[in-house]
């Protein structure tokens, strides 16, 4: 196992479902102090090696700046799941509560960066997914066509526009605008962005809210990757 995966030395088996859970989550908590960004894996606790609950059938990838706070949305929403008012993920961990059990949320791959964390959970999805039925229903973490990508990420342009102004910095993005108007192209800075832009404004809200300088009207904004930006490689638009 790498040193990246982290297993549990604790053993619950006799403890209140809720406690259980606030240990797992205490555990996570720490054990995702390591990185910025986490790839995590679901996994059935009642399945493979009892010893090590890492060998699980897995349920689902999801990527996640703070392994804790989302692992207790998904418990939150498998202990609130019906039958019929629920996801299929959802109604599956909570039969596994239901039984006393708690799905075991195994810490996969580190990553530095948002855009990483998603290429990253791609990459898990289509590796597990080839043996187990996950319920994740992106098609890029099924092995589909989900529009043009982002350099060689492997993450669908359409995502990136989600990323916040904060994350597109850390990930190197350069951000294009290109006023057909007034002919101008350049870089925005991000320098004059953050004293604009409020913390978490994203991608996608900034192009609806970019003028261009020149005329002032509104510009094509091009999130670039920072490999295509370094080479002056043509745009790729949204």
Aim: with cysteine.
């Amino acid at each position: 196992m790498s040193k990246a995966r982290k297993r549990w030395g604790w053993a619950p088996e006799a403890l209140p479902l809720q406690e259980k859970i606030e240990r797992r989550l205490t555990d996570l908590a720490a054990a995702g102090q390591g990185s910025p960004y986490w790839v995590y894996v679901i996994r059935v606790p009642t399945t493979g090696d009892r010893h090590d609950w890492t060998t699980g059938d897995p349920l689902y990838v999801g990527q996640t700046e703070n392994v804790a706070r989302r692992a207790r949305q998904h418990l939150r929403a498998g202990g609130e799941a019906s039958e019929r008012g629920a996801s299929a993920l959802y109604r599956h961990l909570h039969r596994i509560m239901a039984d006393g059990a708690v799905p075991v949320f195994e810490l996969v791959e580190p990553a530095g960066t948002r855009l990483a964390a998603l290429a990253a959970e791609t990459r898990w999805a289509l590796r597990l997914g080839r043996h187990f039925g996950l319920y994740n229903d992106w098609p890029e973490h099924r092995g589909k066509s989900n529009g043009p990508l982002f350099g060689a990420s492997g993450v669908p342009v359409f995502r990136v526009w989600t990323l916040s102004v904060e994350e597109a910095e850390a990930d190197d993005i350069t951000l294009n605008i290109q006023c057909p108007q007034c002919r101008l192209r350049l870089d925005l800075p991000y320098s004059a962005l953050r004293r604009v832009c409020s913390v978490g404004t994203s991608l996608l809200n900034l192009r609806h809210a970019v003028t261009c300088p020149g005329c002032g009207r509104k510009p094509c904004l091009t999130p670039v990757p920072a490999s295509a930006a370094s080479e002056q490689a043509q745009l790729v638009g949204f």
